[in-house]
Nanobody
């Protein structure tokens, strides 16, 4: 059974930084794309950033220049380094993986709160 476990969320002041991690376990198949999504209160879930197996990255306009996504294929782990955090970055951050065979799996999410 595939499991995605996120960590690294928390409460931070505006301008601060957090690093999220998502470890994927339970499958022998190769992962294609790994990504981070977020859902703010009262809003729809949105893509924050994703990264392909070839390390091509894609970012939401709102986080470009502040967030960096990376992955460690040997550890089946995807990271999201978040700098210069703003109150509007507050939300539940979830990771999602897509396998080459087409399956998609989601993590449970980790709360990020940016507040003074």
């Amino acid at each position: 059974q595939v499991q995605l476990v996120e960590s690294g969320g928390g409460v931070v002041q505006p301008g601060g930084s957090l690093r999220l991690s998502c470890v994927v376990s339970g499958s022998i198949f190769r992962i294609n794309t790994m990504g981070w999504y977020r859902q703010a209160p009262g809003k729809q879930r949105e893509l924050v950033a994703d990264i392909t197996s070839g390390n091509s990255t894609n970012y939401a306009d709102s986080v470009k220049g502040r967030f960096t996504i990376s992955r460690d294929n040997a550890k089946n782990t995807v990271y999201l380094q978040m700098n210069s955090l703003k109150p509007e970055d507050t939300g539940v951050y979830s990771c999602m993986v897509t396998y080459y065979l087409g399956m998609q799996y989601w993590g449970q999410g980790t709360q990020v709160t940016v507040s003074s």
